[in-house]
């Protein structure tokens, strides 16, 4: 699976949206950019994935770049509910799941 | 629909003894899998079962071993446990046969070894 590289951190003001970025410059084609948040100890959730066109769902927005090297996740307002650590993802699917988490991006939401 | 769920949430346990762990999937979920989050290893892919058989295994020694049962659910087991095995142990559910197939996670379970 390809490696991602996501900041360590970033801040956000309430209301405000938050980009938060992910290269991933050494995606195959039949690779797709999924996205989960965790909040402190919890289980990971499912935000949201693509393969080459944007997507967008009722929690955010995913764009990725033309050549897929590169995506942002959006979340257009966000809350101090938000606050979490965000894993960009790539991932063959096969038919199998497995899932290699990287180290993520801590965004801390202030009011 | 009801979310996958771990029992126990929390257990603690001693140098040298054995635990099992135990998850079960989103209603219809036939692919189960489990990892285990530390704060200096992160989140690391254990294994996965499909129908019953293991499809895919991370890098960890025998001492982690798993199985899945014929209504999906499934339970982890380590063995003689050590110090380093404390962590979160979390379990994803998901159809297991399809493309773009997304996993969705429970709450864990909170492994403490003393």
């Known amino acids: 699976d390809a490696k991602t590289t996501q900041p360590p951190s970033m801040d956000c003001a309430e209301g405000r949206a938050a980009n938060l970025p992910c290269n991933h410059s050494?995606?195959?084609?039949?690779?797709?950019v999924y996205w989960y948040r965790q909040i402190h100890s919890q289980g990971p959730q499912y935000i949201i994935h693509?393969?080459?066109n944007n997507e967008t769902n009722e929690m955010a927005s995913l764009i990725i770049t033309e050549d897929r090297k590169s995506s942002t996740l959006i979340l257009p307002h966000a809350t101090l509910r938000d606050t979490a650590v965000y894993y960009c993802?790539?991932?063959?699917?096969?038919?199998?799941?497995?899932?290699?988490f990287g180290t993520g991006t801590r965004l801390q939401v202030f009011p | 629909k009801a979310g996958v769920t771990q029992t126990p949430r929390y257990l603690i346990k001693t140098r040298g003894q054995q635990v099992t762990l135990s998850c079960s999937p989103i209603?219809?979920?036939?692919?189960v899998s489990w990892y285990q989050q530390t704060p200096g290893q992160g989140l690391q892919f254990l294994f996965e079962?499909?129908?019953?058989?293991?499809?895919n295994k991370g890098n960890f020694p025998g001492r982690f071993s798993g199985r899945q049962f014929s209504n999906s659910r499934s339970e982890m087991n380590v063995s003689t446990l050590e110090l380093g095995d404390s962590a979160l142990y979390l379990c994803?559910?998901?159809?297991?046969?399809?493309?773009?197939?997304?996993?969705?996670f429970g709450p864990g379970t909170r492994l403490t070894v003393l």
């Open positions: 994803a559910s998901s159809l297991g046969d399809r493309e773009a197939d997304t996993q969705y």
């Open positions: 050494t995606i195959s084609g039949n690779e797709y």
């Open positions: 693509g393969l080459k």
């Open positions: 993802i790539v991932r063959v699917l096969v038919r199998t799941d497995k899932l290699i």
């Open positions: 209603s219809g979920h036939r692919s």
């Open positions: 079962y499909f129908s019953e058989t293991q499809r």
